[in-house]
């Protein structure tokens, strides 16, 4: 099991910066993806930025340019820097961790609300 504990969320007026972080309580092993999802409400959850144990990184059409994830595997830690937030980024921000390529395990959210 993994325990993915997320700090960072908040509130931020339209143009402002917020950063993320997600730790786990232990090392991921084998091939692995770290990365964030959002769901607002009344809608689906998405896929926000993926990093993968190589290094390559995925983001989501509407956060490309202006968020940047990373992570370090020496603190089992994920980050997302998100700038230039807009009212549409308001949402429950979910750290997650898919291990040996399949197994997931989530956090338990973080609100972040960016005023017009």
């Known amino acids: 099991q993994v325990q993915l504990v997320e700090s960072g969320g908040g509130l931020v007026q339209a143009g402002g910066s917020l950063g993320l972080s997600c730790v786990a309580s232990r090392t991921i092993f084998g091939i692995n993806v770290m990365g964030w999802y959002r769901q607002a409400p009344g809608k689906q959850r998405e896929l926000v930025a993926v990093v993968t144990s190589g290094g390559s990184t995925n983001y989501a059409d509407s956060v490309k340019g202006r968020f940047t994830i990373s992570r370090d595997n020496a603190k089992n830690t994920v980050y997302l820097q998100m700038n230039s937030l807009k009212p549409e980024d308001t949402a429950v921000y979910y750290c997650?961790?898919?291990?040996?390529?399949?197994?997931?395990?989530w956090g338990q959210g973080t609100q972040v609300t960016v005023s017009s």
């Open positions: 997650n961790v898919r291990e040996y390529g399949s197994i997931d395990y």
